[in-house]
């Protein structure tokens, strides 16, 4: 049947034909209900089985969810490993930066730095005290 055929159904026959469709609903055999009740027995009989002992977890498993995980986990170790580099390498520098207050007893407190020589700048902080 071609979309350009003109010989179609009224409503009425339409509404006659699914009534009939309706009527005659399929039913399954005996022979197939069997069947699925069986598969479904055996199926029951299988999850009602006997599971495994569930697993313990470790200490160290115990730890790292008390952590909060593995993102957890490697925010720490970046903050151990950036903590122990700016221990090793810059102890001077810092102390310098923070004027002394770091280490008093350094060679480094007369060495002290105002905010013009820490904050990037073209001019500093001078063009802004000479307009204002």
């Not at 069997?34 to 498993?61: L, Q």
Request: cysteine-free; hydrophobic content about 45%.
């Amino acid at each position: 049947m071609e979309m350009t055929d003109h010989d179609r159904l009224t409503d009425s026959e339409l509404d006659a034909l699914f009534d009939a469709g309706r009527d005659a609903a399929p039913v399954p055999s005996e022979a197939l209900m069997v069947r699925i009740m069986a598969d479904a027995e055996a199926e029951i009989t299988r999850r009602e089985g006997p599971r495994a002992p569930a697993r313990r977890r470790g200490p160290f498993a115990g730890f790292l969810a008390g952590l909060g995980g593995w993102p957890a986990l490697a925010g720490l170790a970046t903050a151990t490993v950036a903590g122990v580099w700016l221990g090793f390498s810059a102890p001077d520098s810092l102390n310098s930066l923070a004027g002394g207050l770091l280490l008093p007893d350094s060679a480094t407190t007369a060495t002290r730095y105002d905010l013009e020589d820490i904050v990037p700048g073209y001019g500093g902080l001078a063009a802004l005290y000479e307009e204002g």
